[in-house]
């Protein structure tokens, strides 16, 4: 204590108490203070967005890749409204990232005067999309709030967490507080209830494991793949949990639950070991997926456990202390059947053989994408065709955080996630796949990637439109088009527009040496994808809740 400094400074000053790297945002009347406090102190980059939604998306993508705190920087009102969606998509997936908003003058909240950006209930806005939302109401709280939020954010279930400050407590002088941020230990599950899923689990004649995104931020990839192998179980993953296991591992089903191929496997294993997933609606044909009879269930959340399938037994914890304590007693316990990990096998198989004969030439730019990356490179999709029909299940992973996408669907949102995947790991590859129709939704952040030097490689499918909008139209409403096609962008000019290498694709054979060139020159490239050239898929996909 004794030395004077702004509210701005604070802020400043906790956030880079956390180890802060990078702040996202765009500046405003109502936060100038604390971008001022940052370039007066140093230590922090700010990235320059071009708009809120693609600043959330960026922290959030960072966040996911570099397993770290994401934190974007919004003004009130309007601003704070524009980033609502994208921090929906963060905390649909849990991801750590701390939301600060300016807010007007603490004399004028909530009176409805007409104040420059004022926004009725705000804070009610926050806290009914976020884990929880919190107004400064003194200056002399503003450290110890900002300080809780970020520990809630990343206290297991992790996830959005935004402060209001209001402007004239970012520029209030105080004395400069003395900061102490708590360390959560992980939470250990309970020996009783870690003896009763081993109980269960050890009955298992024909195990079977569902790893969510739960393994991921648990960091308990190793403890995961250790126990399918002593257990002898095959390993079905959420779109969110790839990479809990490598995908050539001959154990890993992967994301393939859906798939209509290994709906009789699944049906005939006697045990489920659920670990940090939700059963998510999209992958579970809205909770119509016959699972195994008995269920056991490993969550950090404990309102998660049985809330979409029951489970005969939920074990609250940490997946990586949960996995750790049932090694232990599965140790000495267990004998693998050969005979059953050979179907694993012939169902691992027979999943991915149906899913490429829908492809056609596409399975060959799946291949030639894959094989033209490091293994440790990331691939980051948005929502369009071809990143959910082979993006999301056919190209592997082979490790944690080498798989990012919108979690609760939103189009739009892949390529600012893509941006904030190459910060958090700045030395790794990342291609991100993205549709014409998601594409355009954010083109903005372009702007941002050029000003900052962020080298991806965007690969773009273009079919003039909302693609699997039209073909559900094509299947289900008699072939009627509305809202679904877009006039046509010229990709090439906007590439020239803002320097970024372009490579027209027109055929399948194009795309190998195109997508090496653009990896090996280390800059801002975009691969556009002719989608009518190289010609339809073999089997339009129409979405997999319209599926059977």
Known sequence: MGEQCSGGDVIVQVLKAAGVEYVFGIISIHNIPIYDAIARHGGIKTITNRSEPGAVNMADGYAKAAGRLGV???????????????????????????????????????????????????????KAISKDAFRVRSVGSLAATIQYAIELAQTAPTGVVSVEIPIDIQKMMLSAP??????????????????????????????????????????ATEELTRLAEMWGAGVLTSQAGRGAIPEDHPQCIGNFAYNSAIRDF????????????????????????PLPRTIVQIDVDQLAIGRNYQAAVGCIGDAKLALQALIQEFSGKVK???????????????????????????????????????????LVVDVTISATIWGSRLFPVYGPRQYIHAAGGGIGQGLQMGLGTRLGQP????????????????????????????DVVIVLFNDSGYGILRNIQNRVFEGRHIGVDLQ???????????????????SATMFRPAITTALKSSRLSL??????????????????????
């Open 72 to 126: 974007v920087i919004t003004s009130t009102g309007s601003g704070a409204g524009n980033a609502a969606g994208s921090l929906i998509e963060a905390q649909t997936n849990g991801t750590p990232l701390l939301h600060i908003t300016g807010q007007i003058d603490s004399p004028y909240l909530d009176q409805d005067k007409g104040f420059i950006h004022e926004a009725k209930d705000q804070l009610g806005m926050l």
């Open 178 to 219: 003395e900061l102490h941020f708590n360390t959560r230990s992980r939470l250990a599950p309970h020996l009783s209830s870690v003896k009763e899923a081993a109980g269960k689990l050890l009955s298992a004649k024909r195990p079977l494991i569902w790893s969510g995104n739960g393994v991921i931020q648990a960091e």
């Open 266 to 289: 699944i049906t005939s294993c006697d045990v489920l070991l659920a670990v940090g997933t939700r059963f998510r609606g999209s992958e579970t044909r809205v909770w119509q997926l």
């Open 336 to 378: 693998r059947d050969s005979s059953y990990l050979q179907e694993v096998l012939q169902a691992r198989n027979a999943c991915r053989d149906a899913l490429r004969a829908t492809l056609g030439l596409y399975d060959q730019l799946c291949n030639d994408l894959r094989n033209s990356l490091n293994q440790d490179a990331i």
């Open 427 to 454: 030395t790794r590859q990342v291609v991100v796949i993205v549709g014409d129709g998601g594409f355009q939704v954010n083109l903005g952040e372009l702007g941002t990637a050029v000003q900052e030097g962020i």
């Open 488 to 506: 046509g962008l010229n990709i090439e000019k906007l590439c020239v527009a803002y320097g970024i290498a372009y490579y027209p694709i027109t």
């Open 527 to 548: 691969l556009e994808v002719d989608m009518t050239a190289i010609g339809p898929y073999r089997i339009p996909f129409a979405g997999y809740a319209l599926s059977n």
